[in-house]
């Protein structure tokens, strides 16, 4: 059984920081192509940051370019999303997704239950 758990989510100030990590209890994952998905009240889940399963294809939707930094430890079977400078407009439930890759949902197979990340003003 697949699992991803998401932690890291919380409560910050705008221009702060914030660690995500998605834990995946997969056989083979460094197989697998892992992505980020953020979803804000009322609005459809959005893409946000995709990775390969060699670490050598990044992919960033351009509202946290040059702010967020996805990276992943084969070893520990961890992704993680490393998020600078945050806004307010960043307020969302973030999943962690593991699949073929890519910006679209639908290329993903499983998914995390998702952590809460509020940034007040």
């Known amino acids: 059984q697949v699992q991803l758990v998401e932690s890291g989510g919380g409560l910050v100030q705008a221009g702060g920081s914030l660690r995500l990590s998605c834990a995946a209890s997969?056989?083979?994952?460094?197989?697998?192509?892992m992505g980020w998905f953020r979803q804000a009240p009322g609005k459809e889940r959005e893409f946000v940051a995709a990775?390969?399963?060699?670490?050598?294809?990044?992919y960033y939707v351009n509202s946290v370019k040059g702010r967020f930094t996805i990276s992943r430890d084969n070893a520990k079977n961890t992704v993680y999303l490393q998020m600078n400078s945050l806004k307010p407009e960043d307020t969302a439930v973030y999943y962690c997704?593991?699949?073929?890759?890519?910006?679209?949902?639908?290329?993903?197979?499983?998914w995390g239950q998702g952590t809460q990340v509020t940034v007040s003003s």
């Open positions: 997704a593991a699949g073929r890759g890519g910006s679209y949902p639908t290329t993903y197979a499983y």
């Open positions: 997969i056989r083979t994952f460094s197989s697998y192509g």
């Open positions: 990775i390969n399963w060699s670490g050598d294809s990044i």
